[in-house]
Nanobody, 130 residues
Framework: QLQLVESGGGLVQTGESLKLNCTAS??????????IGWFRQAPGKEREGVSS????????QYADSVKGRFTISRDNAKQTAYLQMDSLKPEDTGVYYC?????????????????????WGQGTQDTVSS
């Protein structure tokens, strides 16, 4: 069964950086053709899309709240997605989830809709103190 394992979360101060990793295993299909999404859920709030990267790797999408501070990327050889988070703010605090979905022919596809992704990681807690 396909698994996604996130790592890299933690406790940092305002203005610092974190880099999240999301490694896939037990894939029956080539990782290159999966689109990737990063989501977060703050306490008492709904899950929201943070960033998305197409299967082709050429198209990205960022939430307005993180544009210019977060960068999504992937290493297909390592079957790993990354979310580099810089200039962190207390409002970035939450549980961060990675998700992937098989999109081999839709190389421009990106999405912030959670229902569009069939595979999810367990989440990693990121806390930004003021």
């Amino acid at each position: 069964q396909l698994q996604l394992v996130e790592s890299g979360g933690g406790l940092v101060q305002t203005g610092e950086s974190l880099k999240l990793n999301c490694t896939a295993s037990n894939l029956n299909l080539k990782y290159d053709y999966y689109a990737i999404g990063w989501f977060r859920q703050a306490p008492g709030k709904e899950r929201e899309g943070v960033s998305s990267l197409s299967s082709g790797g050429d198209f990205t999408q960022y939430a307005d709240s993180v544009k210019g501070r977060f960068t999504i990327s992937r290493d297909n050889a390592k079957q790993t997605a990354y979310l580099q988070m810089d200039s962190l703010k207390p409002e970035d605090t939450g549980v961060y989830y990675c998700a992937i979905d098989w999109r081999p022919t839709m190389k421009q596809w990106v999405s912030f809709l959670a229902d569009d992704y069939r595979h999810w990681g367990q989440g990693t807690q990121d806390t930004v103190s003021s």
